[in-house]
Nanobody, 111 residues
Framework: QVQLVESGGGMVQAGGSLRLACAAS????????MAWYRQAPGKAREFVAI???????LYLNAVKGRNTISRDNKTNTLYLQMNNLKQKSTSIYYC?????WGRGTQVAISS
């Protein structure tokens, strides 16, 4: 059974940076796509970025150029480096692999 545990969230000022991590377990993930989603208060969950198992990446336009998704297949860990954070980045960030979701990590950006 796939289990995902996110970490790295917190409260930072606008313009700051955070690095999120998702520790995955239950199988090898080197042959799967791995993605980040987020859900802001009162809004639907939305796609943020995906790391394809062939090395491709894709980003939500709103975060392109400020966020970088990466993965370590040896440790089954997915990362999301977020720079120049904006208040609208305030959300719970979720890791999504295959059919599984983590519980999320809270990111709060203050002015």
């Amino acid at each position: 059974q796939v289990q995902l545990v996110e970490s790295g969230g917190g409260m930072v000022q606008a313009g700051g940076s955070l690095r999120l991590a998702c520790a995955a377990s239950g199988r090898s993930f080197s042959d799967t796509n791995m993605a980040w989603y987020r859900q802001a208060p009162g809004k639907a969950r939305e796609f943020v970025a995906i790391s394809g198992y062939l090395g491709t990446t894709l980003y939500l336009n709103a975060v392109k150029g400020r966020n970088t998704i990466s993965r370590d297949n040896k440790t089954n860990t997915l990362y999301l480096q977020m720079n120049n954070l904006k208040q609208k980045s305030t959300s719970i960030y979720y890791c999504h692999i295959l059919e599984s979701w983590g519980r999320g990590t809270q990111v709060a950006i203050s002015s």
